[in-house]
């Protein structure tokens, strides 16, 4: 076996989040995005003195618990890479996968509670960021996803079905206007252009919707005709504003060098669990919202009883856990890096009469050593890589009774436990939550007591 070889193997197990495995002349050979049972052509990428890699170039025979993709952009596009296994086979298979992670980590003697499914098996998402682009060099505008292994283009996804109808209306509306007044698009090569993102928020229990349009600064564009076309759509929901943020950053990612409002407000307004929270713009919260309900649900049953006990909610973003947990305890002080993420936390937590919650704006790293208070539950929502090695130090030295970690990434879960177990903590119980059905993402709560 050599680099760049086409062979075909049978994918005999699967490694979280999507990682196929087979073996080919007695080496194991890893594929992105298969499942157990597929016959796959792959090109060898990759050589190793243990392993291979291999990019998927073609299912040749399906798995036999696989059925017919629902969605007319599977295969095109990089998403929902999961559709066409049943929902029920997906949330055991992701249950399978954390449980695996976890064992072969060392964690032992704890109750494994299985998953909860997500409430909306379809239209689930509250937030899509879209990408301006092409299908190929030089084609058509397109306005949607990336393709599926190719980062440079675009495929139009105006029938997503992870989706409700309003998000595809827009797209297609937006496309539509930009094809016809030939506006060009931002080129990530050159940097020269104009269009960059489309993000589309839209909460689930309001159905407000906020829109903002990302571009760079070298057109001088009147938006006017524009925001009228989109505010005269027939939505189920309601336009609550539309933004227009500037980006001449050479990173493909949605930031802002600045953001106007070029009609009604910059946030929108979602209810979880009988609370209201204002979402703006670059405001992280769970992109989904009835999902979300069930997640934070978890985390108040694995807190017991919190009525005499400070918490500490740790990568706290908007606040939305500890407003929650806030109704059952005495004190939650909340910490989080991203300064408009903590000025929404506060003023949420305002909005819902909270007087026992305050949230501090920067790196847990430092912040920690800030404050006075010891904590009786600490609530680590550490983004994607986990909580760093020196911050889980500093979490660890409060010596805390109980911590309630939610997590993202099963594997930096599981590297994290590790070294909280040798802190002295015990892992009592374990249960997942998915929020992102079709796709390998899972979410993850555990509780743990100090032995």
């Not at 109750?111 to 909306?120: D, H, N, Q, T, V």
């Not at 500890?322 to 000025?343: F, P, R, T």
Request: net charge positive; charged share 30%; hydrophobic share 35%.
């Amino acid at each position: 076996m050599k680099k760049k070889d086409i062979i075909e193997i049978k994918i005999e197990d699967l490694e979280f989040p999507s990682k196929g495995i087979g073996y080919y002349e007695g080496k194991k050979v890893y594929v992105k995005n298969t499942i157990p049972n597929q016959v796959v052509r792959i090109a060898i990428k990759k050589i190793r003195k243990d392993y291979a890699e291999g990019k998927l170039l073609e299912v040749i025979e399906r798995s036999p618990v696989e059925e017919a993709s629902f969605c007319e952009h599977f295969g095109v596009c990089g998403g929902c890479a999961h559709q066409t296994i049943p929902y029920s086979k997906q949330l055991y298979m992701k249950a399978k996968l954390v449980k695996k992670l976890l064992d072969e980590a060392g964690i032992k003697d704890y109750e494994f509670l299985g998953i909860e499914g997500s409430p909306e098996e379809f239209a689930y998402r509250n937030k899509m960021e879209y990408s301006f682009g092409n299908e190929k060099k030089g084609g058509e505008l397109t306005l949607g996803m990336h393709k599926k292994g190719r980062f440079h283009d675009v495929v139009t996804v105006d029938k997503c079905r992870i989706v409700d109808e309003d998000f595809n209306s827009i797209l297609k509306t937006m496309l539509k206007y930009f094809r016809e007044k030939k506006v060009p698009l931002y080129n990530n090569k050159t940097h020269e252009g104009y269009l960059r993102h489309l993000v589309v928020r839209k909460a689930k229990k309001t159905e407000e919707i906020v829109l903002n349009l990302v571009t760079t600064t070298q057109i001088n564009f009147d938006m006017t005709e524009l925001v009228e076309k989109i505010k005269n759509l027939d939505l189920e929901g309601k336009l609550v504003g539309f933004l227009h943020t500037f980006n001449d950053n050479i990173a493909d990612a949605v930031v802002s060098d600045k953001t106007e409002v070029l009609w009604g407000q910059d946030y929108f307004t979602e209810e979880i669990l009988g609370l209201k929270f204002k979402i703006s713009a670059f405001s992280f919260f769970q992109t989904n919202s009835l999902g979300a309900e069930k997640l934070y649900s978890i985390v108040i049953d694995f807190m017991g009883d919190a009525e005499n006990k400070t918490v500490f909610d740790l990568y706290c973003g908007t606040g939305t856990i500890g407003q929650i947990v806030a109704k059952k305890a005495q004190k939650v002080i909340g910490i989080e890096l991203i300064e408009e993420a903590v000025d929404a936390a506060n003023k949420n937590a305002k909005l819902n009469g909270l007087s026992n919650c305050k949230f501090i704006a920067g790196d847990v790293l430092k912040k920690i050593d800030e404050l006075k208070e010891k904590p009786d539950i600490i609530i680590l929502d550490p983004p994607r890589a986990g909580v760093h090695p020196k911050a889980l130090k500093k979490v660890l030295n409060y010596k805390a009774p109980e911590i309630v970690y939610v997590s993202c990434n099963p594997k930096s879960l599981a590297e994290n436990l590790v070294e909280v177990q040798k802190a002295g903590y015990k892992v009592e119980k374990v249960k997942c939550m998915d929020m992102f059905p079709h796709t390998p993402h899972v979410e993850t709560v555990v509780k743990l007591y100090r032995k």
